[in-house]
């Protein structure tokens, strides 16, 4: 090996690590304790070691988005895959809508970082990154197939999307019983698959 490679190799890992603290402290604290001061106490590097990765916060926030929406998208293909194929599409949808929440709840912090703060991603766009797209394409493998003739796939998409991150931040926000949640995806797989 490379003096370059090895250099490429132990930078790839200071970033890894970077992301992995980031991720570890906004979940134990929040993302407003999230720092480049703590960050650098917690991994033993100085700023400017961390500045030569990230020129600031939004960008971490963005490397966590885009891990987190990696993983989002797995949990989302391991449930459907796993759903039995006695249960046909509804049930396919259903485990999507709970793997979905289930990672929101799971993973606050991540899910903040994908979809509620700034980490200069573009969504919906040419230039959006892949893992963000893929998260979107694998909603998007489910549900196109129960939505609906002469509806647009990806409208339908966004659509149930949107329900799913209404029903995940307003139940972390404690806005919406508890107790009720199983059947408010009951509800929404429902009304919104007709097959």
């Known amino acids: 090996m490379s003096v370059q490679e090895r250099k490429e190799r132990e930078r790839a890992a200071r970033e890894r690590l970077i992301v992995a603290t980031a991720r570890e402290l906004a979940e134990e604290q929040g993302w407003d304790a999230v720092t480049t001061r703590r960050l650098a106490e917690r991994i033993e590097y100085s700023q400017p070691v961390l500045y030569s990765h990230f020129r600031g916060k939004r960008e971490i926030i963005g490397a966590v988005a885009l891990e987190g929406a990696a993983e989002l998208a797995a949990a989302v293909r391991a449930a459907t895959s796993a759903t039995p194929a006695a249960d046909g599409p509804r049930g396919r949808v259903a485990a999507l809508a709970h793997a ?36 979107f394409a694998s909603l998007l493998e489910t549900l196109a197939e129960v939505a609906g003739d002469g509806v647009d796939p990806g409208a339908f998409t966004e659509t149930f999307w949107a329900a799913l991150h209404g029903l995940a931040t307003l139940t972390r926000a404690g806005r919406l019983p508890p107790e009720y949640a199983a059947s408010r995806v009951e509800l929404l797989v429902d009304r919104l698959v007709r097959v």
Do not use: S
Not at 110 to 134: C, I, M, N, S
């Open 100 to 135: 979905y929440l289930d990672f929101a709840a799971r993973n606050p912090a991540v899910y903040d970082a994908l979809f509620q703060l700034d980490g200069g991603l573009a969504y919906a766009r040419e230039d959006t990154p892949a893992p963000l797209k893929d998260a």
